[in-house]
């Protein structure tokens, strides 16, 4: 690293016509840059510039190590104007994760308002109802119902919303609890439900799955087909037709909280910020439940 920069310092006080010019454009002391210039002769063993109080002038050794310098620095230029591009306006590819009724109404529709803002943008969308590891399948951002344990990743509160427990409109009339119960797998087979009012009083439902299926859209369509009934985000009940309903309208279940997780620790790229920034505000402003 030491013998880049030295390298690097070189290259400039060429292009400069001097130590002192070099020193200026490196915002360094004349004598620092001309302490490294000693040093590199010095490790190389070999002078590189013939310097008078007036002129300096290239060995022929220089000449060719300067060659190579020079492109140290163009190399540098470059990465680092590019990285600067980059956070100037989002682009390239993001990987997101997120479960599949979140990805339908709240990633997905997002993402499509950015790819017309930000044409160079390159999501790529993987729908899991699962909580895929980051790092493993190199995933950029992932959005996440409740708080990961992982400690490694950043994560963000992003909004909230409630599930409610839906059936068809033949079984508002039944006893809940004598229904058969579809569950997506990350319920379990056995599970509980903590309902409660606004006039402060409780209700704890607890049932076993029936059938179990490890995609909210299979949950969906059996919970459709009138199979039995089950939990499905506000939102996304608030967006279909009246086929399914509330079961338990005069009470609700507790808040789940949503959460945007990265592994970029504090300085998450501008496309990851973007994402973030217009997920929380499409939640935020309730335009889920419209």
């Known amino acids: 690293m030491k013998r880049l920069r030295q390298m ?3 290259a400039h006080i060429i292009e400069e016509g001097s130590v002192s010019a070099a020193a200026d454009k490196l915002d360094l002391s004349k004598s620092v840059v001309s302490q490294h210039l000693k040093t590199l002769e010095q ?3 070999v002078t590189l510039l ?5 002129r300096q ?11 190579s310098c020079k492109n140290i620095n163009s190399i540098a230029t470059v990465a680092w104007e590019t990285a600067q591009q980059n956070q100037a306006e989002p682009q390239g590819r ?9 990805m339908d109404t709240l990633v997905a529709p997002v993402i499509a308002d950015l790819m017309r803002q930000y044409p160079k943008l390159q999501p790529e969308l993987i ?14 951002l992932a ?5 990961s344990p992982d400690s490694n990743l950043k994560q963000k509160r992003i909004g909230e919303f409630r599930d409610v427990l839906c059936g068809t409109a033949e079984m508002q009339y039944h006893d809940i609890s004598s229904l058969p119960y579809i569950a997506n797998s990350w319920q379990g087979k056995s599970f509980e439900h903590k309902f409660h009012s606004n006039n402060g009083s409780q209700l704890l439902f607890t049932s076993e799955a029936n059938c179990i299926s490890n995609s909210f859209h299979s949950c969906l369509a059996l919970i459709q087909a009138s199979a039995g009934i089950g939990i499905i985000p506000d939102f996304y009940l608030a967006q279909m037709s009246p ?7 005069e009470m609700s279940l507790p808040l789940n909280t949503v959460y945007a997780l990265n592994s970029f620790s504090n300085h998450p790229p501008l496309v990851i910020q973007i994402c973030v920034e217009a997920l929380a505000l499409r939640l935020t402003n309730n335009d889920l439940h419209q």
């Open 50 to 54: 013939k310097r008078t109080t007036r």
């Open 243 to 249: 086929k399914l309903i509330n079961l338990m309208p």
């Open 127 to 140: 729908n899991d109802d699962q909580h895929l590891d980051v790092m493993e399948h190199d995933i950029d």
């Open 43 to 45: 490790d190389l063993g």
């Open 143 to 147: 959005i996440r119902v409740g708080a």
């Open 57 to 67: 002038t290239l060995t022929q050794m220089g000449e060719q190590f300067y060659l």
């Open 94 to 102: 993001i990987r997101i994760t997120a479960p599949h009724a979140l």
């Open 8 to 10: 690097s310092i070189f």
